[in-house]
């Protein structure tokens, strides 16, 4: 009974926070990743790393990509309303943001 009661929960609260649309999604993804790959850039050159080589440049582009999903694949339209609000991830996505750099780093 347990068992039942908390998957009607979670289907309650899943169609209560509703998923963006695709294309909003992927202008989240592809603008996260024009701001990413050139601070990930300036931080290789502080570093004194070569950060326009081709492989460097395709690891990072995977990287940033691979946050950018992390970040919006289930951004909800509440999610959103948050971001164009205050400017920043929702709460409960910031909390995970060290969780996925090191999953997108490996």
Not at 30 to 37: A, E, F, R
Not at 99 to 106: F, R
Request: one cysteine or more; aromatic letters at 8%.
């Amino acid at each position: 009974m347990s068992k039942l009661l908390s998957l009607t929960f979670l289907l309650i609260i899943s169609s209560c926070s509703q998923s963006i649309d695709q294309k909003t999604k992927s202008a989240l993804i592809k603008g996260h990743s024009g701001t990413c790959i050139p601070t990930i850039q300036t931080q290789y050159t502080n570093m004194g790393l070569n950060s326009q080589s081709t492989d460097v440049i395709r690891s990072i582009k995977e990287y940033c990509n691979c946050l950018g999903h992390k970040y919006f694949d289930n951004f909800t339209k509440e999610d959103h309303q948050w971001l164009m609000k205050n400017a920043s991830l929702p709460p409960r996505i910031a909390s995970k943001r060290s969780q996925y750099q090191m999953e997108c780093s490996e």
